[in-house]
């Protein structure tokens, strides 16, 4: 990656024409050949850029990147204040804390979060439409099926009503009664919930992964 900080003014040749004119700016050129421009505001969104593919070509006083398409980002320099080259090597990636996977794995791990005596079957139960989440016993041995989400919403109420439809068919396991857990749970879902006899659930995230203590709170 590299980064300049110039004193420059951009046009942008193209489908349409743009010019921003000369002010001090940040210029970012990618390792993927992109080139955006940068105002102290707007947080993460540039001024102008030009998405890889490109070229750039540096002339004294002028940087012209241009695109397959032929459009080109014509950027005149009057003064560079800082200009340095970092190798970033490569990124791992965005790691997400809280999604449904996680959640669907610390709820296995911690089952009485439900009620106590409560028991695992198995994760990810097969059924001809989907597997469900987590197949479980509560305390007087019925059969629970339990949907997670992040948020919860009707979709979501609805995926869980078939499969409660389907696995009440299975003599070995019925009665299968219903659970939908999530972090945030909308009012529409669980009114569509308390219609078809499904019990909501709304999960604390950080106290099942162990890093909040609900009896250290002070309110």
């Known amino acids: 990656m590299r980064l300049v900080i110039a004193t420059c003014s951009v046009d942008y040749v193209g489908r349409l024409t743009a010019h921003l004119p000369t002010a001090t700016r940040l210029l970012l050129v990618k390792a993927d050949g992109s080139v955006s421009v940068h105002a102290d505001d707007r947080a993460y969104k540039p001024l102008n850029w030009m998405s890889p593919p490109c070229t750039l070509k540096e002339e004294p006083g002028t940087w012209t990147v241009t ?3 032929g459009e080109q980002l014509i950027i005149s320099i009057d003064e560079v204040f800082h200009d340095v080259r ?4 490569v990124d791992p990636g965005l790691q ?3 999604v449904e996977a996680e ?3 610390l709820l296995a791990l911690h089952v009485e979060t439900f009620g106590p005596g409560w028991q695992l079957v198995r994760r990810e139960y097969p059924t001809a439409i989907g ?3 987590l197949l ?3 305390d007087r041995g019925t059969t629970v099926a339990v949907e997670v989400k992040r948020r919860g919403e009707i979709d979501g109420v609805e995926q869980l009503t078939r499969y409660l439809e389907l696995l009440n068919r299975d003599p070995l396991l019925a ?3 219903g659970v939908f857990a999530a972090q945030e749970i909308k009012p529409q879902a669980r009114v569509l919930a308390r219609d078809r006899g499904i019990d909501c659930l709304t999960v604390d995230y950080a106290v099942l992964k162990g890093t909040d203590d609900p009896t250290q709170r002070l309110f």
């Not at 970092?86 to 090597?89: I, P």
Request: charged letters at 40%.
């Open 67 to 69: 695109n397959k398409a």
């Open 103 to 105: 959640l669907q794995r």
């Open 131 to 133: 597997p469900v989440d």
């Open 86 to 89: 970092q190798d970033l090597g």
């Open 96 to 98: 997400k804390d809280g």
């Open 136 to 138: 479980c016993r509560d």
């Open 175 to 177: 009665p299968v009664k």
